[in-house]
Nanobody, 121 residues
Framework: QVQLAESGGGVVQAGGSLRLSCTAS????????MAWFRQAPGKERELVAA????????YHLNSVKGRFTISRDGSKKTVYLQMNSLKPEDTAVYYC??????????????WGRGTQVTVSS
């Protein structure tokens, strides 16, 4: 069974940075598009960033463009989310997700357990 393990969350002051990592196991990593979602209390889950398995196509939510960057390392079976200039509204549980195929568009069938990111003002 596919396993996704997130790490790197924590508490940071506004304007600070964090890098989230998601390491996949029991998966042919280079055959899966990867994504980061987040869910804040009382809000619906939203897609923050996504990357195709070939890494030639990425998506970033408008509110994080220029601040967050998704990337992947096939040799480590890991996808990253570099988050800079963090804002209190970025506070949420961040989830890693995977879907088979190159495109990042569509439903994601595999999910990690999430990592908490808290940005204090």
């Amino acid at each position: 069974q596919v396993q996704l393990a997130e790490s790197g969350g924590g508490v940071v002051q506004a304007g600070g940075s964090l890098r989230l990592s998601c390491t996949a196991s029991r998966i042919r990593f280079n055959a899966y598009a990867m994504a980061w979602f987040r869910q804040a209390p009382g809000k619906e889950r939203e897609l923050v960033a996504a990357i195709s398995y070939s890494a030639d196509s990425t998506y970033h939510l408008n509110s994080v463009k220029g601040r967050f960057t998704i990337s992947r390392d096939g040799s480590k079976k890991t996808v990253y989310l570099q988050m800079n200039s963090l804002k209190p509204e970025d506070t949420a549980v961040y989830y890693c997700a995977a879907r088979e195929g190159d495109t990042w568009r569509g439903l994601y069938g595999y999910w990690g357990r999430g990592t908490q990111v808290t940005v204090s003002s």
